[in-house]
């Protein structure tokens, strides 16, 4: 559930941002593609440095700050959209989304597959996917409703629904019964 809410959440605001940027800001689809490319940094940091830290617990403590810093992207995105920061820290939200999934995404699929018996890595991995899959396409596509619409402040709309992926994404991981050791999610 958890990889497919962070899947689902970077997705649509990767994929939407350039919409925005091009559509109501006139920037060209190089500029406006370089702003979320910039994330893909972040996600490489965020790769090495997970690959780098330690804890006895495997670095599944690291999951719940790492899905706050997804977090940052569609509210950055949002608050962005909404005239209350300019793109500098639209960049800086884009990084450090990209740094929490680069956190993330490796540490949930290992934890998946430690806490799976040989017999279940095929599903379990499958699941992971699917579950990212299929919760990409629904946002995507709920989104993408909403700004067909000629209605004002769609993009406004959707980021906020968006966000409350991500904002979901922080709960699950936050409660105190998902700890990914325990409960195999």
């Known amino acids: 559930v958890l990889r497919g809410l962070l899947g689902a959440t970077v997705a649509a605001t990767d994929i939407y941002l350039p919409l925005y940027l091009q559509r109501q800001l006139g920037y060209s689809p190089s500029s406006s593609g370089l702003i979320v490319a910039l994330g893909a940094i972040g996600w490489i940091f965020g790769a090495w440095l997970q690959g780098r830290s330690s804890g006895g617990d495997g670095g599944s403590a690291l999951i719940p700050r790492a899905v706050v810093l997804v977090f940052v992207?569609?509210?950055g995105a949002w608050l962005f959209i909404a005239g209350a920061i300019p793109v500098p820290a639209l960049v800086v939200a884009c990084i450090v989304m990209g740094t929490g999934m680069g956190l993330a995404?490796?540490?949930i699929?290992?934890?998946v597959l430690a806490e799976s018996t040989e017999a279940e890595y095929g599903a379990n991995s499958s699941g992971l996917q699917i579950s990212e899959s299929m919760n990409?396409?629904?946002l995507i596509a709920v989104s993408g409703a909403v700004l067909s619409l000629a209605i004002a402040h769609e993009f406004l709309i959707a980021y906020?629904?968006?966000?409350g992926v991500g904002g979901a994404a922080v709960l699950v991981?936050?409660?105190p019964d998902s700890n990914l050791?325990?409960?195999r999610c």
């Open 181 to 183: 050791r325990r409960s």
């Open 109 to 111: 699929t290992a934890t």
């Open 73 to 75: 992207g569609p509210v």
């Open 136 to 138: 990409q396409s629904i």
């Open 160 to 163: 906020t629904l968006i966000a």
């Open 105 to 107: 995404y490796p540490r």
């Open 173 to 175: 991981a936050r409660r």
